[in-house]
Each structure stands twice: as structure tokens, then as C-alpha cells.
């Protein structure tokens, strides 16, 4: 495996469901990053970690809870969702989250969420 | 005023010709830049950053940036059907990474 994957690429469930998204990151970095992507809307960002301390949370509502257990590893953890949170979910990683080129990042597949 | 602002498009251009696409910021303390594109059910993948102002080539991409005038863009020469994707710009003012709604560009053959 190479770069950064997600799993599932797809995902329905219902409203009173607990699931749970997995990000990998191949890349050696040391940030990563949960990003919504709604239709016809800017990429927002959700969460940022860096070596494993989250340091960035956009007011997200607490039925998304992250996950960092390791620099490669993220988890979004899903619980009571709405039909509004239906998106696209990526995740990404950067060699660091401050300035210069170290901060680009790379995104994986993303995972689509339908929730019914 | 939205932090980071993009036509939305559709931009259509023909196969052989250039595509310019912009971007204009809010920030003036912003110091990175990026240039993502996206195809349709996709994940965006980047095309080129720059610091600097002036211009940046990699093969048919030319980035420019323009502190001064808070704007950047995204020249690509000899556009090909393949080129087209939506087209995101993203600004850096500080500690996280702010996109534009990313323009959709439609290259025909």
C-alpha cells in the first residue's frame, strides 16, 4: 500500500448506528487530517492531529469523535448521525502541519457517506 | 467576503488552447498556496503550491501569485479533454489550510 487509504470507500447506515472510519497514511508523515466535502461546498476541514495530539477541532458536533492512536493511523467514530451529514469524508496527511512545503498535503480515496 | 473565493464555472475551453483560472484570498498574511484538482467522485490531488510571488512552471501548469493583489492562479497550456476536473485552490493564512469551492473545468476536444 502507498500513500494514504481509507476504508470503507462506502458507507450507508441508518440514523441510530455506530460506525467507524479508517484512515492509513504510508507516507511517514506526522499530521493528519479529517476533511467533509458536501456538494457544491468548499472542502471543510474537521479535525487536524499532529504526532497524535489533536490540535484543531472546527466546532464539530459530537457524534463525529476522532481517533489518533499513531502517526499513521486516524479513526472517525460515527454515532447518531443525521441525513445532513451525508458527504464525502477524507482524510489526509502532511509531513508537518506548520509552513513551507512540509505542509502539503495528500488526501486518500475518501470515504462516501450516506446516511438514511 | 469568503476567505478564499474561485468561479465556480463551468469553465470550458478548447482541446489545444489555454485554461486560466483564479483565485483571490482574504488573508494578506497568508504564505502558502496549493493547486488541487479533483475528478468527479474523486479525491483532490495536488498540482503545484508556491510562496513566492511570481511565477511557478511545472510541465503545462504555471502558477502565479500576486501578494500584493491577493490572487493566485492556475494557467495550464495546451489543455487537454483529460484536464477536465474541478480545480481547487487552497490558502494557507495561518494554521490550517482554507479551500475555494474549486472551479469545474471542461476542455473539449
Known amino acids: 500500500e502507498t500513500g494514504v487509504t481509507q476504508t470503507p470507500r462506502h458507507l450507508v447506515m441508518g440514523m441510530t448506528n455506530k460506525k467507524s472510519l479508517k484512515c492509513e497514511q504510508h507516507?511517514?508523515?506526522?499530521?493528519m487530517y479529517w476533511y467533509k466535502q458536501s456538494a457544491k461546498k468548499p472542502l471543510e476541514l474537521m479535525f487536524v492531529?499532529?504526532?497524535?495530539?489533536?490540535?484543531e477541532n472546527n466546532s464539530v458536533p459530537s457524534r463525529f469523535s476522532p481517533e489518533c492512536p499513531n502517526s499513521s493511523h486516524l479513526f472517525l467514530h460515527l454515532h447518531t448521525l443525521q441525513p445532513e451529514d451525508s458527504a464525502l469524508y477524507l482524510c489526509?496527511?502532511?509531513?508537518?502541519?506548520?509552513?513551507?512545503?512540509?505542509?502539503?498535503?495528500?488526501f486518500g480515496p475518501g470515504t462516501r457517506l450516506t446516511v438514511l | 467576503q469568503k476567505e478564499v473565493e474561485q468561479n465556480s464555472g463551468p469553465l470550458s475551453v478548447p482541446e489545444g488552447a489555454i485554461a486560466s483560472l483564479n483565485c483571490t484570498y482574504s488573508?494578506?498574511?497568508?504564505?502558502?498556496f496549493f493547486w488541487y484538482r479533483q475528478y468527479s467522485g474523486k479525491s483532490p490531488e495536488l498540482i503545484m503550491f508556491?510562496?513566492?510571488?511570481g511565477d511557478k512552471e511545472d510541465g503545462r501548469f504555471t502558477a502565479q501569485l500576486n501578494k500584493a493583489s491577493q490572487y493566485v492562479s492556475l494557467l495550464i497550456r495546451d489543455s487537454q479533454p483529460s484536464d477536465s476536473a474541478t480545480y481547487l485552490c487552497?490558502?494557507?493564512?495561518?494554521?490550517?489550510?482554507?479551500f475555494g469551492q474549486g472551479t469545474e473545468l471542461s476542455v473539449k476536444p
Open positions: 488573508d494578506r498574511g497568508s504564505q502558502s
Open positions: 508556491i510562496y513566492s510571488n
Open positions: 507516507l511517514g508523515h506526522n499530521a
Open positions: 487552497a490558502v494557507k493564512p495561518g494554521g490550517k489550510l482554507i
Open positions: 489526509a496527511s502532511s509531513q508537518n502541519p506548520g509552513q513551507g512545503a512540509g505542509d502539503t498535503q495528500y
Open positions: 492531529y499532529s504526532l497524535e495530539e489533536r490540535v
